[in-house]
């Protein structure tokens, strides 16, 4: 896959995955009308601060982010904008049949046929690429205390599980542990499982951070400090079973302490015209192919 075909397909996923919340929807949508500051948005909202950090950070490239505070929407995010509001049905072109010659006759309806094929290919390709958020569960983990020493590490760990049978077993607390049915993944359904934090830090703190998947690889390293507050953002897809890590060391001069409350989402995605575009593209292949025997059959 060449450099640009994956920028694609990480810009699709991105909008997909901005889309499928309908908080995430509101904010686009109100983005749409003008710039908003944090507070504005937290207002129309109706969230705390660090469920909206949480979403903001998620929007990602959708969103952009002036330097006198106001969020507004990108290039991407004006396209997922557009996804959103569906697709317009323009009417159809009408041919004049009325001709004095039938060499005209002929010519427009060949164009027919043509504008006629190329639609319904076109119309076969969107029902196959049409892809639909199908609903989803999402969950907290429940206030977790955090009293971290100076230069000392705090571990949270989020353990998920797949069984093929059995119901889903939820145990929030430190470790976070969730046992459900393997992910669906086929052409037509797929089901993504997703987690975050948000923290409520009630002191001025400064940390560093790092996430780790179950192989022990890094996902993610980062430094964070500021003021007492609520802040949340989103850690990553969970891509396969095991235990995930968040190390928190605080590098500041005095104890932290606060609370840590884990956000994990599972969404089913699907494409619910897929066999029907191909069922339209088979039936589209049948013109060329019967012209090409008829000119094989006029040229015998």
């Not at 929030?172 to 969730?178: F, H, K, L, R, S």
Request: aromatic share 12%; glycine share 8%; net charge negative.
């Amino acid at each position: 896959m060449s450099d640009e075909e994956k920028i694609e397909e990480e810009t699709y996923s991105t909008i997909f995955s901005s889309l499928k919340h309908p908080i995430r929807r509101k904010i686009l949508r109100m983005l749409t009308r003008e710039p908003r500051t944090f507070s504005e948005i937290l207002e129309a909202v109706s969230i705390d601060s660090g469920h909206l950090n949480y979403h903001l950070e998620i929007l990602g490239d959708l969103i952009t982010h002036s330097p006198d505070g106001k969020y507004g929407l990108s290039s991407v995010g004006v396209a997922a904008v557009k996804l959103m509001s569906g697709v317009e049905e323009h009417p159809p072109v009408e041919i004049p049949l009325k001709s004095k010659r039938r060499a005209a006759l002929n010519i427009l309806t060949k164009v027919a046929v043509i504008v006629l094929i190329v639609a319904l290919i076109a119309s076969s390709l969107f029902f196959v690429g049409f892809v639909q958020y199908a609903g989803g569960t999402g969950s907290e983990g429940g206030g977790v205390y955090v009293a971290i020493a100076p230069n000392q590490i705090f571990e949270y760990n989020l353990t998920f599980e797949f069984k093929e049978e059995g119901p889903i077993i939820h145990q929030v607390g430190n470790p976070y542990y969730e046992e459900r049915r393997p992910l669906v993944k086929t052409i037509t359904e797929w089901e993504i499982g997703s987690f975050g934090f948000v923290f409520d830090f009630n002191v001025t703190y400064h940390t560093i951070m790092r996430l780790y998947d179950p192989t022990g690889e890094i996902i993610r390293e980062w430094e964070e400090f500021g003021v007492p507050c609520k802040m949340g953002f989103h850690a990553g897809e969970i891509t396969q079973p095991g235990t995930y890590r968040l190390q928190i060391k605080n590098i500041g001069s005095e104890p932290l302490t606060g609370q840590i409350d884990p956000l994990v989402d599972w969404d089913r995605f699907e494409r619910p015209y897929f066999y029907w575009g191909i069922v339209e593209l088979l039936i589209v292949s049948i013109y060329p192919i019967l012209l090409l025997i008829r000119r094989i059959l006029t040229r015998g």
